[in-house]
Nanobody
Framework: QVQLVESGGGLVQAGGSLRLSCAAS????????MGWFRQAPGKERECVAS????????YYQDSVKGQFTISRDNAKNTVYLQMNSLKPEDTAVYFC?????????????????????WGQGTQVTVSS
């Protein structure tokens, strides 16, 4: 049974930082694209960052470029999202996602329907 378990969310003041982790179990995703999405109340789920299998290709939503950093540790089957200079508009539930498609794909994906596995989400709340 494949599981993606996010951790690291919480309440932080504006300007603060959080590091989200997503640990995968049940299969290895070391050759797959993984991503982080977020969904705020009343809004659609959106990709904030994604990373290819070896970290050689990354995608960032324009609003988080220079603020968020995605990384992965394939030995630990884990992907991370470092979030700095957080703003109230970053408040959302953050989801980890993994693709089960192409192995060793050079690029990344940013559409939700490109991903096959999802975590349960972790709440990030940024107070002003």
């Amino acid at each position: 049974q494949v599981q993606l378990v996010e951790s690291g969310g919480g309440l932080v003041q504006a300007g603060g930082s959080l590091r989200l982790s997503c640990a995968a179990s049940g299969r290895t995703f070391s050759s797959k694209v993984m991503g982080w999405f977020r969904q705020a109340p009343g809004k659609e789920r959106e990709c904030v960052a994604s990373i290819n299998w070896n970290g050689g290709s990354t995608y960032y939503q324009d609003s988080v470029k220079g603020q968020f950093t995605i990384s992965r540790d394939n030995a630990k089957n884990t992907v991370y999202l470092q979030m700095n200079s957080l703003k109230p508009e970053d408040t959302a539930v953050y989801f980890c996602a993994a693709d089960q498609g192409r192995n060793y794909y050079a690029g990344t994906y940013y559409r939700a329907n490109d991903y096959d596995y999802w975590g349960q989400g972790t709440q990030v709340t940024v107070s002003s």
